[in-house]
């Protein structure tokens, strides 16, 4: 009887978390591998899929371009929109566009999670992702130190995406903060309190500007301006004010 009853168990046990009380929410996990159909799919290059369970009840999630989003039940081992799937809307290469249609369809087919420690599969119909948390794979970087390359500036509820904003920098030390908005150089002084940052007045060097760098360097001096918050997840700088914001990536 007893050794019946311990089968019973382990047969219970089995595809279940290893901790029943594990939980996604609160975490951001990235792809490591996806199979289907028992077999190892291959994602358009340099992407991979990021699931973010927020502390709010919202699943972020993307692939490599768009952002889609909404809020998600986490309950009885199935993710479970509750819904409609908002996303953004930029333009992607083919490959990424399909991708973006491919994981919008597994996250709305109330695909079935398990989480043992820091592994997390997602599971609908034969297709599978392996994914492990964002902390591991990609730990936050420093603030001070670290270069900053602008990838959007964010205005309102709309996101931009300037030609050459790979050559807009910013580089924080302290209490200074030098960079470059892509035609001219910068430096200034920044305030600091907990997840918030004070921007002074930048000077500039005097390089005359036209066209698109111009326009780009407006919206980068008009962006580092007061007080902002900020977030770190991983290489991404995120800097937040009542009008909008910009955002960063470092090159690990």
């Not at 730990?139 to 050459?164: E, K």
Request: contains cysteine; neutral net charge; hydrophobic residues 35%.
């Amino acid at each position: 009887m007893i050794a019946v009853a311990g089968a019973v168990l382990l047969l219970a046990g089995c595809g279940q978390n290893t901790d029943p009380g594990a939980s996604p929410v609160g975490k951001t996990f990235l792809s490591t591998s996806v199979t289907e159909d028992g077999q190892p799919k291959q994602l358009a290059p340099k992407t991979r899929v990021r699931l973010q369970f927020t502390d709010d009840g919202r699943l972020v999630a993307d692939a490599g371009c768009n952002s889609m989003q909404s809020k998600v039940s986490t309950k009885d081992g199935k993710l479970a929109l509750d819904g409609e799937l908002a996303s953004t809307a930029m333009g992607c290469p083919g490959p990424q566009q399909g991708q973006d249609s491919w994981l919008a369809g597994i996250i709305s087919a109330k695909p079935t999670w398990k989480l043992d420690g820091n592994k997390l599969d997602v599971t609908a119909g034969s297709t599978t992702i392996s994914l492990e948390n964002r902390e591991i794979l990609e730990p936050d970087l420093p603030l001070d130190g670290t270069r900053w390359i602008l990838s959007s500036v964010i205005s309102g509820d709309s996101v931009g995406h300037f030609a050459g904003s790979e050559n807009v920098w910013l580089t924080l030390n302290g209490e200074r903060v030098t960079g470059s908005t892509g035609c001219n150089d910068f430096q200034g002084v920044v305030a600091r309190s907990t997840g918030k940052l004070t921007f002074g007045e930048l000077a500039t060097t005097r390089r005359a500007c036209a066209g698109n760098p111009a326009m780009l360097e407006s919206q980068v001096l008009k962006g580092l301006k007061g007080e902002m918050t900020y977030h770190i997840s991983g290489a991404t700088l995120q800097l937040r004010s009542a009008n909008g914001g910009l955002d960063f990536t470092a090159v690990r």
